[in-house]
């Protein structure tokens, strides 16, 4: 290899070094703007009408704003249940809304009127579960989500009435008023304990929770 090549090579790798650099800078900054937010915004994190998982009184609290569309959501619900499960007394879980997707917010509300039902979770899992085959981003097909819900128990008719009524969009419209107030501009974004990630991934999540629950042990 010559001089000029071992050189270009050089060259590259250190504009890649700057690049990592200066994007874990700017994450690092994004985040603590995010935290100074929420730590002055408190009382947006969980909602009278939030749905939760796990026991009211758990010390740990996941927030997650989530989009019945979002694949990563998807991806993430079992690591979520799987935490749960592992401190079945110490964590809890708060969904908010965050429909990015188009026709997210029509799930979001057959997902409020299974709740009316108490069949929130079974429908959450059935919706979450066919998520491929109605949730294209283009060209969303909701119907197959409601039909979907109907296999799962739902009663569809009920739901549909639920689902026009004033206050499902007054409910959904405050998740969205929350989540620009905190700053959430994707999904799924967690905060645990009123903290957010330091950098988004499942080890991270879990490491996160795992910290929180220690403090609560002591």
């Known amino acids: 290899m010559n001089t000029k090549k071992i050189t270009v090579i050089g060259l590259v790798a250190i504009v890649a070094l700057f690049f990592f650099l200066g ?27 939030s749905p939760v998982f796990g ?34 007394n110490e964590v809890k879980l708060v969904i908010r809304y965050a429909p990015f997707h188009q026709g997210s917010d029509q799930v979001v509300k057959l997902l409020e009127a299974a709740k009316a039902q108490s ?30 819900a109907e296999q799962a128990g739902l009663d569809l008719a009920k739901a549909r009435q639920d689902i026009e009524k004033p206050g499902m969009q007054s409910l959904l419209q405050q998740d969205i008023e929350d989540l620009t107030a905190l700053q959430v501009t994707k999904t799924p974004t967690f905060f645990v304990n009123g903290r957010s990630l330091a950098s988004f991934g499942p080890d991270q999540l879990t490491a996160l929770v795992a910290e929180e629950v220690a403090k609560a042990r002591k």
């Open 55 to 88: 026991p009211q009184a758990a010390p740990v609290t996941i927030v997650e704003f989530f989009d019945p569309a979002c694949e990563t959501c998807r991806a993430f619900y079992p690591l979520v249940k799987d935490l749960m499960a592992k401190y079945p």
């Open 23 to 49: 994007m874990n800078a700017y994450q690092k900054r994004v985040q603590s703007a995010q935290d100074v937010q929420v730590r002055a915004e408190q009382s947006r994190l969980v909602r009278m009408h």
């Open 119 to 148: 069949k929130y979770q079974t429908v959450l899992e059935a919706v979450l579960a066919a998520q491929p085959t109605w949730a294209d981003h283009g060209q969303p097909n909701i119907e197959i989500a409601f039909k979907v």
